[in-house]
C-alpha cells in the first residue's frame, strides 16, 4: 500500500473561520510534508515532519498551524486565512532514517478556496 | 540543493520515446537526482532517481553524464497518459528529503 490519504478533497472558508486539513499514511513513513502549490506554479515546501518532530518550517506564516498527533498522521491547522491562501495543499510521506535513499509519496491534495 | 534547468515544454507522438533534459551543473557529490511528475490537478509521482549510474525501472531510464551536470529521463514509448509536468531535482538524503521545485518540463503526448 503505497497511499497517502487527504482529506477533504474541496474545502471553502471564509476569512473568519478555522478548519482542519487532515493527512494520514500507514506505510510506516517516519517523515510527513506539507507542501502549497498555486495555480500553474510548482509546490513549494511548507513543513517537514521526522519522527514526529517539526524540523523544517519554511517561514510559514502563523496563521498556518501543523501538527503530528503520531506518525501516521498529519494536519494542517488553518486560521484567519487570506484569499491569496487559496491553493492546493499537498500531503506527502517518506520513508526517512539513515543510509536510506528517501522518496516521497503524495497524496491527491486538497483544493482550498479562501473567500 | 543544485538549481536545474530544464526547457519549458516538449511534445512527443504516442508511442515514441520521450527524452527529457535536465542541466545541474551545480550539483554536489553528494546530492542525488530525482524526477517525479504532476498529471493535471494530481499529487506529484515518483519517477526515479539516480547518483552517478544510469538507472532504470517500470517506468523510465535515467541517464546522467560522466561529469553529473545534466541528465536525461527516458518514457520509452510515451502514451497519452503520460502527458504530465515533469520536474528534476536535486537533493540530498539526510533523514528525509527537502524537495526544492523548479518549474519543470511540461511534456504534451499526442496521438
Known amino acids: 500500500d503505497t497511499e497517502v490519504t487527504q482529506t477533504p478533497k474541496h474545502l471553502v472558508m471564509g476569512m473568519t473561520n478555522k478548519k482542519s486539513l487532515k493527512c494520514e499514511q500507514h506505510m510506516g513513513h517516519r517523515a510527513m510534508y506539507w507542501y502549497k502549490q498555486k495555480a500553474k506554479k510548482p509546490p513549494e515546501l511548507m513543513f517537514v515532519y521526522s519522527y514526529e518532530k517539526l524540523s523544517i518550517n519554511e517561514s510559514v506564516p502563523s496563521r498556518f498551524s501543523p501538527e503530528c498527533p503520531n506518525s501516521s498522521l498529519l494536519n494542517l491547522h488553518l486560521h484567519a486565512l487570506q484569499p491569496e491562501d487559496s491553493a492546493l495543499y499537498l500531503c506527502a510521506s517518506s520513508q526517512a532514517g539513515p543510509g536510506v535513499t528517501d522518496t516521497q509519496y503524495f497524496g491527491p491534495g486538497t483544493r482550498l478556496t479562501v473567500l | 540543493d543544485a538549481k536545474t534547468t530544464q526547457p519549458t515544454s516538449m511534445d512527443c507522438a504516442e508511442g515514441r520515446a520521450a527524452n527529457l533534459p535536465c542541466n545541474h551543473s551545480t550539483i554536489s557529490g553528494n546530492e542525488y537526482v530525482y524526477w517525479y511528475r504532476q498529471i493535471h490537478s494530481q499529487g506529484p509521482q515518483y519517477i526515479i532517481h539516480g547518483l552517478k549510474n544510469n538507472e532504470t525501472n517500470e517506468m523510465a531510464s535515467l541517464i546522467i553524464t560522466e561529469d553529473r551536470k545534466s541528465s536525461t529521463l527516458i518514457l520509452p514509448h510515451a502514451t497519452l497518459r503520460d502527458t504530465a509536468v515533469y520536474y528534476c531535482?536535486?537533493?540530498?538524503?539526510?533523514?528525509?528529503?527537502?524537495?526544492?521545485f523548479g518549474t519543470g518540463t511540461r511534456l504534451l503526448v499526442s496521438p
Open positions: 531535482i536535486g537533493c540530498m538524503n539526510t533523514g528525509f528529503q527537502k524537495l526544492v
